[in-house]
């Protein structure tokens, strides 16, 4: 059990010039928990920072966020994140069961699991037979797979993915998007997922939270009507939805746009 | 056209939207096949081409040589096959053996000090600013001091020992193994960092796994270059006055003043040099660079 809570988060980029531009303006959400929370909005807005600074890797300027992870008996540690970055950042000289291995002797993963982890999340992404492979051998698709096996190799409270299907093609990525829904239903994974395409929230997302251009605010937060096993892609009423929510983020823009 | 919709405010769909079919065929079948493989009787007839070029390029030398011995005495300007003849009853004693061992002893002792201290000192450089400031005078200094000097100061020091031998190689090479991997740690891809840190890497496994495979070209760039310094001093210090080693050995030959003796340990030193070169050196690249597919496409 994971919770994420996102609180006035501040965030500026100095310039060039000396000045800051401000890249997150005061964003508030709190993440679905067991479940998986879009961030969609445009590019540049922030979305990648904002991940980041989940991560630990940014700080905010203002603000905070909150991660608390609870295990039961074993009381609350240090919650685990996977990342799927944007780009796959593989380590490109060790080969693909080596980058997972890489991620599971950082989280402390028992040595034992390694080799029933490796063949569980390699053969979900589907590249079971390329584990011996070193990853500038694999295509671009390819290697992000071996980015999103990564994340979920290590089994994490948090799941970070920044627009992990966008560099795939149009079969794959929807392949792995109903994969990905399925395994996040079945572990009852909480996750955040970045996105600029509204369907693919529509059809990821438990709740969607609804970025502006950058410096980036919420502009709204709506939760899924359907659960995950009812998001059919032919089913009209889920074209519905998703027509309606494309019809909001326009209406957004447009506001925006005469303001 | 497809059914996505992209969320972009400011302007046009920015993603292209195109069924891509093949891709996905591709993705399934592409890469089982093995990468980069090369149609067999080019490769062959390319490295054919290869050889006879370096072969071409040594005999051109020994040509030029072999001229240059038409215009003077044989004291000043031996001619090549008596040279080679010299090399050769230099190596069937079994002299050479025990005089390039010692030497080469002194480059490897001398050379792996300079490797075990210059390594971290470069990675902390390239990491924490304060030591980069701190180390960077002595270091560059270290870079402008001649060898020479070091090798003077050394065997003034130790006096004739192996220490000095050893000292003068490891001080003269360090600075310019440093330099070349503070560098190279300078210019490590600052993502990947960030992912050994999401993934709460040991700090063992930062330098391991992320640093040291990204100063590999580095690294052996500074191998090279550094080898090719340790020879050069080794060679001064034992000339100072060790009583073997092939310096001593050019001494010997000097003091009676056969060119042809001299000429003869150089090149017994030039093969040894090349057979580390070409041999080790480029064995050492291609084993730690497998996982880079050799794409040379650009070149001529
Ligand atoms: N390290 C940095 N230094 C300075 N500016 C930065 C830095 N990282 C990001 N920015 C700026 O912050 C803004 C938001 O960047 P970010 O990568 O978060 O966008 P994004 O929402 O992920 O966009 P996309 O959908 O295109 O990936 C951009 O304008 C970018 O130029
Ligand atoms: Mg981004």
Redesign the pocket.
């Known amino acids: 059990m994971a919770y994420v809570h996102v609180e006035q988060a501040v965030k500026s980029?100095p310039r060039e010039d000396g000045t800051d531009m401000l890249?997150l303006g005061g964003v508030s959400f709190d993440a679905k928990e067991r479940g998986i929370t879009c961030l969609l909005?445009p590019?540049?807005?922030?979305?990648?920072?904002l991940l980041n600074v989940i991560a630990r890797l940014e700080r905010l300027d203002q603000g905070y966020v909150e991660i608390v992870s609870n295990h039961g008996e074993s009381g609350t540690r240090l919650p685990q994140l996977g990342y799927v970055f944007?780009d796959p950042r593989l380590l490109n000289w060790k080969r693909v069961e080596e980058n997972l291995i890489f991620a599971l002797r950082g989280m402390d993963v028992p040595r034992r699991q390694w080799d029933e982890r490796i063949h569980t999340y390699l053969g979900l992404v589907g590249l079971l037979e390329f584990r011996k492979q070193y990853p500038l051998y694999l295509s671009g698709g390819m290697r992000q797979r071996v980015g999103l096996a990564r994340a979920l190799v290590i089994e994490p409270d948090i799941l970070l993915m920044d627009?992990p299907f966008s560099k795939l093609d149009q079969l794959t990525a929807r392949k792995l998007r109903e994969d990905t829904l399925e395994i996040c239903a079945r572990l009852q994974q909480t996750a955040l997922l970045v996105t600029?395409d509204v369907e693919e929230a529509a059809y990821m997302g438990d709740r969607i939270v609804i970025f502006s251009a950058?410096p980036a605010h919420i502009v709204e937060v709506l939760d899924n009507p359907f659960s995950p096993l009812e998001r059919d892609l032919d089913d009209v009423r889920f074209i519905q939805f998703k027509k309606q929510l494309l019809q909001t983020v326009l209406n957004l823009v447009k506001e925006k746009e005469e303001a | 056209m497809s059914s996505l919709n992209n969320f972009t405010p400011t302007g046009p769909t920015q993603r292209e939207e195109t069924l891509s079919v093949h891709s996905q065929a591709e993705s399934l079948r592409g890469a089982t096949e093995a990468p980069f493989r090369r149609a067999k009787p080019a490769a062959a007839r390319e490295m054919l081409k290869d050889v006879g070029l370096r072969v071409g390029s040594i005999v051109a030398l020994v040509f030029a040589w072999w001229v240059t011995s038409l215009f003077f005495p044989p004291t000043l300007v031996p001619r090549p096959w008596d040279t080679f003849a010299e090399v050769s009853a230099i190596v069937s004693t079994g002299n050479f053996f025990i005089e390039m061992g010692s030497t080469l002893r002194r480059v490897l002792v001398g050379f792996g000090i300079a490797m075990v201290v210059s390594i971290p000192l470069g990675i902390l450089m390239g990491t924490l600013r304060s030591l980069e400031s701190f180390f960077e005078p002595p270091v560059i200094l270290g870079l402008t001091m001649p060898g020479l000097i070091w090798a003077v100061l050394m065997i003034m020091f130790f006096g004739l020992t192996e220490t000095s031998a050893y000292a003068a190689v490891a001080v003269t090479i360090f600075p310019m193994l440093a330099i070349s991997i503070w560098q190279g740690t300078k210019a490590i891809d600052k993502d990947l960092i960030d992912m050994s840190e999401v993934f709460h890497a040991s700090a063992w496994s930062k330098v391991v796994d992320v640093i040291l495979p990204q100063l590999v070209s580095h690294l052996l760039a500074a191998i090279r270059y550094g080898l090719g310094l340790a020879w050069k001093v080794v060679v001064v210090v034992e000339m100072f006055g060790f009583s073997n080693g092939v310096g001593y050995q050019v001494v010997r030959g000097f003091n009676v003043f056969s060119m042809k003796t001299v000429l003869a340990w150089a090149i017994t030193f030039l093969v040894v040099m090349i057979v580390i070169e070409f041999g080790f050196i480029g064995w050492l690249e291609r084993s730690v660079t497998r996982w880079r597919p050799r794409v040379e496409a650009w070149r001529r």
Request: net charge positive.
């Open positions: 980029f890249v909005g590019s540049g807005c922030g979305k990648s920072t944007q627009e600029h950058r």
